[in-house]
T-cell receptor, first 114, second 116 residues
Framework: KNQVEQSPQSLIILEGKNCTLQCNYTVSPFSNLRWYKQDTGRGPVSLTIMTFSENTKSNGRYTATLDADTKQSSLHITASQLSDSASYICVVSASGGSNYKLTFGKGTLLTVNP | DAGVIQSPRHEVTEMGQEVTLRCKPISGHDYLFWYRQTMMRGLELLIYFNNNVPIDDSGMPEDRFSAKMPNASFSTLKIQPSEPRDSAVYFC??????????????FGPGTRLTVL
């Protein structure tokens, strides 16, 4: 069964600090992995998308890494800002006929305090 | 483009009542998805359409749930009768056909449903 596990469930950091969120998956065959940011009361918005051949991708202060061998990904946030407070969801897509289907993690709730 | 549009944004109803959620996908997108999000289970796919045709409704929890897409610019998710355990945030998402980029799904703002 395809699964995506995220850790930690929640995290509180001070503004300006860095943090790293983890994602482990068992989706097969793997197509791509995405990190979404979901602000309170809003729909998820894509931050990064990585395929099998990519092991790192950046989007401003967000850097995602992917290790396809160990089936792990991380999202690193640098110099956090109050606006980074949100839920971060790891989403993995399987290749083949079901590539429309995304397997979602339950998310990490990040709170950035002043 | 205004993105995916959902209405209402909030719905409070009493158990047993019919609830209809609405979605307007992004123009030109061939696929439309309905998701449900709860704290316990996260995001779950309920059903998806391709060119207005329902393709996979295996995620629809019960016969009380039904979804339609009468045309390319409108879809509804109906719950009849509603129950308190249906309380959740319901998202609609749309995307282009396979092969066009990474098949990115764009989510609407969601409808927060509370069934009393």
């Amino acid at each position: 069964k395809n699964q995506v596990e995220q850790s930690p469930q929640s995290l509180i950091i001070l503004e300006g600090k860095n943090c790293t969120l983890q994602c482990n998956y068992t989706v097969s065959p793997f197509s791509n992995l995405r990190w979404y940011k979901q602000d309170t009361g809003r729909g998820p918005v894509s931050l990064t998308i990585m395929t099998f051949s990519e092991n790192t991708k950046s989007n401003g202060r967000y850097t995602a890494t992917l290790d396809a061998d160990t089936k792990q990904s991380s999202l690193h946030i640098t110099a956090s800002q109050l606006s980074d407070s949100a839920s971060y969801i790891c989403v993995v897509s399987a290749s083949g006929g079901s590539n429309y289907k995304l397997t979602f993690g339950k998310g990490t709730l990040l709170t950035v305090n002043p | 483009d205004a993105g995916v549009i959902q209405s209402p944004r909030h719905e409070v109803t009493e158990m047993g009542q019919e609830v209809t959620l609405r979605c307007k996908p992004i123009s030109g997108h061939d696929y439309l998805f309905w998701y449900r999000q709860t704290m316990m289970r996260g995001l779950e796919l309920l059903i998806y359409f391709n060119n207005n045709v329902p393709i996979d409704d295996s995620g629809m929890p019960e016969d009380r749930f039904s979804a339609k897409m009468p045309n390319a610019s409108f879809s509804t998710l109906k719950i009849q009768p509603s129950e308190p355990r249906d309380s959740a945030v319901y998202f609609c998402a749309s995307r282009t056909a396979p092969g066009q980029g990474f098949n990115e799904q764009f989510f609407g703002p969601g409808t927060r449903l509370t069934v009393l």
